[in-house]
């Protein structure tokens, strides 16, 4: 708009200027031939006046005789004074000889009589026409005007012509010094003018500048968002090439050079198949101009795809194409899904393996059932079917459907490694079947290369590693519940006769029996928690032994006490941080639990690597408690002082803390472990720490207990 | 409320489809087999839109497909088609197909799909 504008006033302004360039130009032309007219009319008055006080007798005569005599000499002083009165050049009377020749009679310029000339045929014209015609003319010689006026004699004959010459060479001076005007004004005037372009073009220029320093930030601020949008966003028109303004997030996902890149190449470097698809599609969408049918074609083409090791999402947009606005080109946003993909299919497995647990735990007996119909066909199916005399591809169609069956059968329970497995094995024995070598040995070798049980045990793993180990038990298992036995050891008891009793009750009690390590299966736990409530820095308690069976009701008490053991290593017995590197011990304290049968008694030790009981604290607190006397006291040995521990209300902390202290608890572990007819050995030492040894008799279980 | 008319050589697939069809607010006023019968229907039932298999044993889906809008032009026709068929399904939709659905049925994805090609909201 703007530029329509000043184009148009700058036209004004040409047109303007040409017109009055044109108006000073006709001005002088008019003013040029006025003042030529006026001179020619003075010309002419000037010769009128002269003819006319011509005496025409007495020219007559001197034409007729070419003599000068009085009356010639009066009329040349005449005309010089006329001449030198009026200012103009000559004043002169000629008389027509021939057409192209002329004399003068009178002349103010020159004294003789007669004097001729010779005309050029343009001045032969107008002297004719001056001789000829009656009225006055007056003609324009190069630089002087003639004003001539006829001389008539009486017969009406023109027979001369005054002539009055007047010089106009000032006219064309004055001329020149008009036109030097117009030139200088026309000159100031396209200064002027050009100034006025000038001005109002930089005021453009100007303007035009800030508009593309605007429009330029604004791209700039367009194209930060964009980069910084987290997302890839890229367009191409119908030639399916990458236009060169995308985001730098599509750099990252789709590689460096994407300049004019082909999209559908960029997309899937490796399948030609999708290439030409996506190019199909493509194409059919930029050629579809209803834009419902268009988004149908859309649909084809892929929401996702996997590239350098990213898992892209991908969405279409058609919009308005830069360059001609009738087109337009196809935008392209990227975003990286790796991550929430990853995140989606850990979801997916943990949701799977979930189902799998579930279905064995719902499904456990049929699960078991499975599992050793399997292993019954490795185990032996297997090597006889190799074995048999049965031809071979007989040998081969039965193994191919056993395992096949066996897949479908896994794959129920969710199963899925032992599904893919399966099915590898199917895909093995395929191959085998179909080389010219296969033989019966060959395909038995070939079963046991391919380990079927292995297969079995790595699919069990998982259930194995979250419902626990004895989840897959090979032996068939009858559940009852722990009150029924008790029921029927004390029916036992009551209806029959001891001897017999006692045998069967021995049976049954062994069914109850369970290791001895889970009676103290908690404890790690336990421990955990209280050093985190005791601010103290530990290593994990570990249960080694205890694998052998007992009858965990007969020692449960006795192990529920424990805590007051365990609760006084990590209370009393492990220093803290400073202390223990200050004694120069590791940082973390260690408490360790051993169980071990040895014959008929049961090694128990519980240990830590503390700082060993306080036998001073001891000592004074039993003085307290009045138990000993000083003397008494004095007497005693470290080893005897140390049992004092499990003595009532004995405990060296002043406030009983939440845990301990309360002297309550040694004494319950020692009443627990009398009640089991076990004993008590402890060593302790401020360097080493302290060791609880338990001894228990593992007992034959004929006794009742409370 | 439209007239739907469904081609599906399954018994299955054809009362799935028409029980969906139902609860969307439509009436199964047809069912055909194959491509013959799908034109025959058409005729004398002149329905709204048709649901169309790709996979038919007798006469392919494409071909029915095209002797359809061959004979009847303004036919509205979507396609039903299992999930690797991107290649047979973009070839209907070129032929004239107005859109399609993919196995297994999404039972919202198709009411949409079929009232926007009834031009429906």
Same mark, same amino acid.
């Given at each position: ?29 008019? !003013? ?95 002297? *004719? ?11 324009? !010689? ?393 601010? &103290? ?15 965990? &009701?007969?020692?449960?008490?006795? *192990? ?78 470290? &080893? ?67 | ?12 697939? +054809? +009362? ?6 139902? +609860? ?51 036919? +509205? ?45």
């Amino acid at each position: 708009m703007e530029n329509n504008r000043s184009r148009l006033a700058r036209t004004v302004n040409v047109l303007i200027l040409a017109l009055l360039v044109l108006i000073q130009i006709l001005l002088i032309r008019s !003013w040029y031939n006025k003042t030529l007219d006026d001179i020619g009319i003075n010309a002419m008055t000037i010769s009128r006046v002269v003819a006319d006080s011509i005496n025409i007798t007495e020219y007559e005569k001197l034409l007729a005789e070419k003599e000068p005599n009085d009356y010639f000499r009066e009329m040349q002083a005449y005309f010089q004074r006329i001449q030198a009165e009026t200012g103009v050049k000559y004043v002169y009377v000629e008389h027509q000889i021939s057409p192209s020749q002329i004399e003068y009679i009178f002349d103010s310029e020159k004294d003789s009589l007669g004097e001729t000339d010779e005309l050029s045929t343009p001045a032969a014209h107008t002297h *004719t026409k001056a001789f000829h015609t009656r009225a006055q003319t007056s003609t324009l !010689w190069g630089t002087l005007i003639t004003g001539y006026a006829p001389l008539v004699n009486a017969d009406g004959q023109v027979i001369g012509a005054v002539g009055t010459d007047v010089d106009i060479q000032y006219i064309y001076q004055e001329l020149a010094k008009r036109v030097g005007q117009i030139i200088l004004y026309t000159a100031a005037m396209v200064v002027l003018f050009g100034l006025l372009i000038y001005v109002t073009l930089s005021e453009e220029i100007r303007r035009r500048r800030v508009v593309e320093k605007n429009l330029k930030q604004s791209m700039q601020s367009v194209k930060n968002l964009l980069n910084n949008a987290g997302q890839g966003f890229l367009s191409f028109g119908s030639d399916l090439c990458i236009e060169p303004e995308y985001s730098i997030e599509c750099q990252r996902l789709l590689g460096p050079d994407l300049d004019k890149r082909n999209f559908p190449d960029l997309i899937y470097p490796k399948d030609q198949e999708q290439r030409d698809f996506v190019n199909k599609v493509l194409l059919e969408c930029f050629q579809e101009n209803d834009p419902v049918r268009r988004e149908v074609f859309l649909s084809f083409l892929p929401d996702a795809i996997f590239l350098n090791n990213y898992y892209i999402k991908i969405e279409y947009k058609f919009i308005a194409d830069k360059r001609q606005e009738e087109t337009q080109a196809l935008m392209v946003i990227l975003t990286d899904a790796t991550e929430k993909r990853a995140l989606q299919e850990q979801m997916e497995n943990e949701r799977k393996t979930l189902k799998m647990i579930v279905k064995a735990v719902i499904s456990r007996n049929d699960l078991l059932e499975l599992i050793s119909d399997y292993q019954r066909f490795c185990q032996m199916t297997v090597p006889q079917l190799v074995t048999c005399k049965e031809p071979l591809q007989r040998v081969i169609v039965d193994v191919k459907r056993r395992i096949h069956t066996f897949k479908g059968e896994f794959g129920q329970f969710e199963m899925i490694h032992m599904v893919r497995s399966l099915h590898h094995l199917e895909e093995e024995i395929k191959s085998f079947e179909q080389r010219d070598s296969a033989t019966s040995t060959g395909l038995g070798m070939l079963l046991q290369n391919l380990n079927l049980e292995h297969v079995l045990n790595e699919g069990l793993r998982i259930l194995q590693s979250t419902l626990g180990e004895n989840f897959i038990v090979r032996d068939k298992i009858i559940e009852i519940p722990e009150e029924k036995l008790l029921e029927l050891e004390d029916q036992i008891a009551m209806l029959i006769p001891s001897q017999e009793a006692n045998i069967l009750i021995t049976k049954i009690r062994q069914l109850r029996y369970r290791s001895f390590k889970e009676l103290l299966a908690a404890y790690p736990n336990t421990v955990e928690g209280l050093a985190r409530g005791l601010e &103290k820095s530990l290593y994990p308690l570990e249960l080694e032994g205890g694998e052998f069976p007992v009858d965990t &009701k007969r020692y449960q008490a006795f *192990t529920k006490s424990l805590i007051h053991i365990f609760a006084n290593c990590v209370d009393h017995g492990i220093e803290n941080r400073e202390d223990r590197i200050k004694a120069g011990k590791e940082e973390k304290g260690r408490v360790v639990c051993k169980m071990k049968l040895v014959q008929d008694q049961i090694l128990l030790k519980i240990a830590d690597d503390g700082k060993g009981l306080d036998l001073e604290g001891i000592k004074q607190k039993v003085l307290e408690l009045g138990v000993f006397t000083a003397e008494q006291l004095a007497e005693l040995d470290d &080893k005897d002082i140390i049992p004092l521990i499990f003595e009532d209300g004995l405990s060296s902390k002043d406030s009983a803390s939440m845990i301990s202290g309360r002297g309550i608890g040694m004494a319950i572990v020692k009443q627990e472990l009398e009640k089991i007819g076990g004993h008590l050995d402890i060593v302790t030492n401020p360097d080493t720490g302290t060791e609880f040894n338990f001894l228990l008799p593992i007992g034959t279980g004929t006794h009742s207990y409370d | 409320m439209a007239r739907v008319l469904i081609v599906d050589d399954s018994a299955i697939m +054809r +009362r799935n489809l028409a029980a969906i069809m139902g +609860r969307g607010g439509h009436e199964v006023i047809g069912e055909a087999l194959n491509g013959m019968q799908a034109l025959a229907e058409y005729g004398n039932l002149h329905p709204d839109i048709v649901t169309m298999d790709i996979t038919m044993p007798l006469s392919d889906g494409i071909e029915a497909l095209g002797k359809l809008l061959g004979r009847y032009p303004d036919a +509205r026709v979507v396609m039903i088609s299992a999930i690797n068929q991107k290649d047979r399904v973009f070839e209907a939709i070129k032929l004239g197909a107005k859109n399609y659905i993919i196995k297994p049925f999404e039972e919202d994805k198709v009411i949409n799909i079929i009232n926007q090609v009834l031009g429906f909201k």
